[in-house]
């Protein structure tokens, strides 16, 4: 058995500044594509030199705010200015799909802000088109790009955790109910599970592989989404994972993973920049920590992950972050099946409340 280790692995991209130079479009002048487009500046050589609404007033104003050289009054104009490499879709979940196969159709590859899709039906659909036509297509799931996150995988790699045993992760806080915002609101892709549960999710998958099966509970909202979510997830590997997502409760917002011979533990919330702590049964610690930037600003690091593989046309790389992407999907499509989520999609979670599923 190797000793504990005496410093922690280096994270293998710790800069986004070194990735390309790619000149951005952003699809929908929100507040998230407002963080985006602030970590895009302020921690990479990237730039967002486009930015498209419906609404020309409102694609203006966004560039003005953020020194964008040109707004577009509709999202078929965005993709189709030539002078872009890469489209950030970040419009409501329920039009994560559409708007990815505009950009994808006009040539253009394409982050998808976080979930890529609805269901995995959906995400299936997305990746298809870009391979069809010869673009890359992103989930924007910044957590997986972070510094911890990187370090975390060169530990199981490396065999310093060893064998995984177990995992666990929770994000939420008191949301009050509103039907007005998207939220709460099926039509737009809300509920907590597609919101934020898409993050614990994805981080057992990481650290735990493939899930075999589904068993959650959970409540809903007065307009039917989903607001509090319990999961027990069972890995290919025999490994079992416990996910919570609510909007009901304060949760400590961290995630573990304990190995047979370290334990890993992140700090909250998890899915930001976050301090990692490993520790052995012997009572040795070592930890990293590196919260250099506040909430969102992490996601320039999602960016240069996709600019790095846009550079050298990384199909493989993509593909494998596409796995991912619609195995996580598939997982919150039988968590909202237990627990009878509402649905914009024509899935019909609502009249089937089975306790227990897989994912198909």
């Known amino acids: 058995m190797s000793p504990f280790p005496r410093a922690l692995p280096t994270p293998e991209h710790p800069d986004p500044r070194d990735a390309p130079a790619l000149r951005w479009g952003v699809l929908g002048p929100g507040v998230i594509a407002a963080d985006f487009t602030t970590a895009l500046h302020r921690h990479t050589t990237q730039r967002v030199v486009a930015v498209g609404s419906r609404d020309a007033a409102r694609a203006a104003a966004f560039a003005a705010r953020h020194g964008v050289a040109r707004a577009h009054g509709s999202y078929e104009e965005l993709v189709a200015d030539p ?167 304060a949760v400590d917002g961290g995630a573990i993973v304990q190995g047979s011979r370290a334990r890993v533990v992140l700090g909250a919330p998890f899915h930001n920049l976050a301090p990692l702590t490993l520790s052995d049964p012997a009572g040795s610690t070592i930890a990293f920590d590196e919260r250099r930037w506040p909430g969102r600003e992490g996601m320039a690091f999602e960016a240069a992950a996709l600019a790095r593989w846009v550079e050298i046309d990384d199909r493989a790389a993509v593909r494998t972050a596409g796995d991912a992407s619609l195995a996580v999907l598939r997982v919150l499509d039988r968590i909202r099946d237990c627990v009878g989520a509402a649905s914009a999609d024509g899935t019909d979670f609502g009249n089937r409340l089975s306790k227990s599923s897989s994912p198909g």
């Open 83 to 249: 002078g872009l490499d890469v489209v950030y879709v970040a419009t409501p979940t329920s039009e994560h799909t559409a708007h990815a196969l505009l950009a994808i159709a006009a040539g253009r590859h394409v982050l998808v802000e976080k979930p890529l899709a609805r269901t995995a039906v959906e995400g299936v659909a997305i990746r298809a088109a870009a391979e069809a036509r010869g673009v890359l297509a992103l989930e924007a799931m910044k957590t997986l790009y972070l510094p911890h996150l990187q370090v975390l995988r060169r530990l199981l790699a490396d065999g310093a955790i060893g064998e995984v045993r177990s995992a666990a992760a929770a994000l939420g806080m008191p949301t009050p109910f509103d039907a007005r915002t998207r939220l709460f609101d099926p039509a737009l892709g809300g509920g907590v599970a597609l919101d934020i549960g898409v993050y614990p999710v994805a981080f057992v998958h990481a650290v735990a592989g493939d899930i075999e099966r589904v068993a959650a509970r959970g409540t809903r909202a007065p307009s039917g989404v989903d607001d509090d979510i319990d999961a027990e997830l069972t890995h290919a590997a025999g490994v079992r994972s416990r996910v919570t997502a609510t909007w009901r409760r």
